[in-house]
């Protein structure tokens, strides 16, 4: 049994720092967010309890497992369980400092990456990647808006992705067209 003062210091000392991000992992992984003060304090709650007989070696990992669980139940007794909840709940105890700030430059220059490649594609396929990855149009919706058949789109999709992951593996990201040759060859065998 741990007495009352040195579960105050431990709570003091080990728990309220990771606020912060108890804090967001509860935004990230419930719906709405006038129960984000109330869930921080069941949590709170229920890990003071379950460190009364003993302290964790490891209060991150006890902590979010603690308010993995009680999203968990909450979200059963809401009857809003939904599997994607579920899911990312499971996933997300493993990732808790998701948003370092070293994480954050790290993503900052993936996404300058990724527009630095985007500009290296014709412009037809940099719109259709854009309408198709950017604006969750469909295949049909992107044809539709910009006049072309189906079968283009889905070519220029094609094109385009393989030219924006050679160039985030570090190539040159240009569009590589099959020859002529290739493309006679392919029209033979079908």
Known sequence: MVGD????????SEVLPLERALLAFIRRNWRDSADIADMRQDIYEKVLTGARNVL???????LFTV???????????????????????????????LMTPERLVL???????????????????????????????S???????????????????TLGTR???????????KIKRPTFAKRLLR???S
């Open 5 to 12: 003062q040195a579960l105050k210091e431990w709570f003091v």
């Open 56 to 62: 964790p070696d490891h209060t991150p990992s006890y």
């Open 67 to 97: 308010a993995r669980h009680h999203l968990i139940n909450c979200a059963k007794r809401a009857r809003i369980v939904s599997f994607s909840l579920v899911a990312n709940l499971e996933e997300s105890v493993e990732h808790v400092e």
């Open 107 to 137: 993503a900052r220059n993936e996404l300058r990456r990724v527009y630095a490649g985007l500009e290296n594609l014709p412009p037809r396929c940099r719109e259709v990647l854009r309408l198709r990855k950017l604006e969750g149009l």
């Open 139 to 157: 295949t049909r919706e992107a044809a539709e808006r910009l006049g072309v058949g189906i079968d283009t789109i889905e070519k220029q999709m």
């Open 163 to 173: 030219a924006l992951t050679d160039f985030m593996l570090g190539g040159s990201g």
């Open 187 to 189: 029209r033979r065998k």
